[in-house]
Structures are given as structure tokens and as C-alpha cells.
Nanobody, 124 residues
Framework: QVQPVESGGGLVQAGGSLRLSCAAS????????MGWFRQAPGKDREFVAT????????FYAESVKGRFSISRDNDLNTVYLQMNSLKPDDTAVYYC?????????????????WGQGTQVTVSS
């Protein structure tokens, strides 16, 4: 199975934290960069964070820098998105994506496979 599977979304108050997880098959995960995107109602899907295959290169959207942290566990074939100091503007469906290559990329079309998404709702 190539499609990654997200989990960990939910409802949280502003200022709270959530950790999203994304699991993929070993074959898929071990050979590719991974990324997180999000899509709020009425808006385009936007880049959130990405991590290279080795985990050595990370990039974040300006809107989440200092609050979100991406990491990966190559033994568990899982990528995480730790989200702290959440704001109502972070409310969106969060999508995990498998990169086309090993490099961390911020472009939407640099990703080949997408999960179904997990809802994150931040109340004020």
C-alpha cells in the first residue's frame, strides 16, 4: 500500500497541542521525503512542513515556524507533526504526503501520494 495513513487529529482549545502521525509502508517510507499540508474550508491546500528521507533537512511554512515540529522514525515508518501553541487559524484538514524523491520540498507537485487527511479544529 502506497497511500499514507494519518491519525491524531481532533478538537483542541487555542494554546493547546496535538501530535499528528502518518504511517506508510516500509518500501515507500524508507525511500522518500515526507511532507504535511493542510486545507482550510474555502482555501487552497497549503504547505506546512517537510522532512528529507534522512531526516537531516526540514522546512516549515512561516505561519507555523517555532510552533510546529516535523520528525520521522524510520524504524516505525512513521512521520510526526507536533503542533504546539495552536491557533484557530490552524483549523484545517491536515494531509500527509509521500515525496517523489528524497529531498525535502515545499511544492505541492513534489509529492506523489496523499493520505485521506485528518481534521484539526482549534477553538478560541
Amino acid at each position: 500500500q502506497v497511500q499514507p495513513v494519518e491519525s491524531g487529529g481532533g478538537l483542541v482549545q487555542a494554546g493547546g497541542s496535538l501530535r499528528l502521525s502518518c504511517a506508510a509502508s516500509r518500501e515507500t517510507f524508507s525511500s522518500h521525503a515526507m511532507g504535511w499540508f493542510r486545507q482550510a474550508p474555502g482555501k487552497d491546500r497549503e504547505f506546512v512542513a517537510t522532512i528529507s528521507r534522512s531526516g537531516g533537512n526540514l522546512f516549515y511554512a512561516e505561519s507555523v515556524k517555532g510552533r510546529f515540529s516535523i520528525s520521522r522514525d524510520n524504524d516505525l515508518n512513521t512521520v510526526y507533526l507536533q503542533m504546539n501553541s495552536l491557533k484557530p487559524d490552524d483549523t484545517a484538514v491536515y494531509y500527509c504526503a509521500v515525496g517523489r524523491g528524497i529531498a525535502a520540498r515545499i511544492e505541492y507537485d513534489a509529492y506523489a501520494y496523499w493520505g485521506q487527511g485528518t481534521q484539526v479544529t482549534v477553538s478560541s
